[in-house]
């Protein structure tokens, strides 16, 4: 993905799209549109931000414990910033404070969201969606033409916001004008850790030859599995305590027959194999025709559970 300060360029499809900055008149007339949006969602008594608070203690979505919990991760995480910029301490110790840093904000964040969630639903959440959403709209380019993608803008987005291209542009175009995608890089654990290259260069965690680790130090794949490298340079998927995996997810493992209670192989059809009788005639002439044939018959087990149940029953009854 092409980007500078001007526009960033993404592809849905094979085919490359853009959101550029927006131009004064278009600013001056999502400015407008805010604030109409302001004032009807005022005049419907939407909630204010000034009343978030009280509103989420009265829905119990917050209240004087996760408070407490949210100021708590917080200290820690300034702590874990004042312990990076001193140094004075082993490399391997300052890994673990920026990396245990990084979950606490994560953290904060889940806490939060039902803030968040209804954050969007006040006043001034919805007008900033509006805003958003007549710039959007008005930015959203074909990348070769620099023609709209929405010819009506706004009236057109509203009725297409889940066309994939409007979707991934919107993330795009967030990024432009908020430089949202650049937050993470300015934090201080992210800076530590790029800086001792124990991330790469999209933030995930590695090993000294650049090779993708969990936070438990295993090596994974892109996609999160377990694996192990083998000495010609290939991997195996394996498990969290090693056991390879196959492709299809399964186990990797020779499979036995089952035993029962007496340690002997159950064949596939349920039958122990030493019990299986050999029923062929080897001479039929000294077989009369009205002895019945041997049958093969399957064992009966009796689980430990059904016999102490049939003990209390004995003992009731007696």
């Given at each position: ?47 204010l931000r000034d009343q978030l608070e009280g509103e989420l203690r009265k829905r119990k979505l917050w209240n004087d414990q996760r408070e407490n919990e949210y100021q708590t991760l917080r200290q820690e ?140 130090g295993k090596h994974i794949d892109e996609y999160g599995n377990y694996i192990k490298w083998n000495a010609d340079g290939t991997s195996t998927k394996i498990d969290n305590q090693g056991r390879t995996v ?73």
């Amino acid at each position: 993905m092409a980007e500078d300060n001007k526009k960033r360029t993404f592809e849905v499809d094979g085919k490359k799209y853009a959101v550029r900055v927006p131009q004064i008149d278009e600013i001056r007339g999502a400015n407008e549109i805010r604030a109409k949006s302001f004032n009807d969602a005022l005049s419907r008594g939407d909630l204010l931000r000034d009343q978030l608070e009280g509103e989420l203690r009265k829905r119990k979505l917050w209240n004087d414990q996760r408070e407490n919990e949210y100021q708590t991760l917080r200290q820690e995480v300034l702590d874990g910033e004042y312990k990076l910029q001193k140094g004075g301490i082993r490399l391997n110790h300052a890994r673990g404070i920026a990396l245990n840093m990084s979950e606490q904000r994560s953290t904060m964040v889940d806490l939060l969201s039902s803030r968040t969630d209804l954050d969007s639903n006040t006043c001034e959440g919805k007008a900033d969606a509006a805003r958003f959403n007549y710039l959007f709209a008005s930015c959203l380019v074909y990348d070769d033409t620099g023609e709209p993608y929405f010819p009506n803008k706004l009236d057109d987005y509203l009725v297409n916001q889940d066309d994939p291209v409007a979707v991934a542009g919107a993330t795009e175009f967030y990024y432009l004008v908020s430089g949202g995608d650049t937050v993470d890089d300015k934090l201080p654990e992210t800076k530590f850790l790029k800086k001792f290259n124990f991330v790469d260069d999209k933030g995930r965690l590695i090993d000294k030859e650049g090779r993708l680790i969990a936070q438990d130090g295993k090596h994974i794949d892109e996609y999160g599995n377990y694996i192990k490298w083998n000495a010609d340079g290939t991997s195996t998927k394996i498990d969290n305590q090693g056991r390879t995996v196959s492709e299809d997810g399964d186990f990797d493992v020779e499979h036995s027959a089952f035993l029962d209670d007496d340690g002997s192989p159950i064949d596939e059809d349920g039958f122990t194999k030493s019990e299986e009788v050999d029923t062929t005639e080897t001479d039929e002439k000294e077989e009369p025709k009205s002895k019945p044939k041997a049958k093969r018959t399957r064992k009966k087990t009796v689980s430990t559970k059904t016999a102490k149940t049939d003990e209390v029953a004995q003992e009731t009854e007696a």
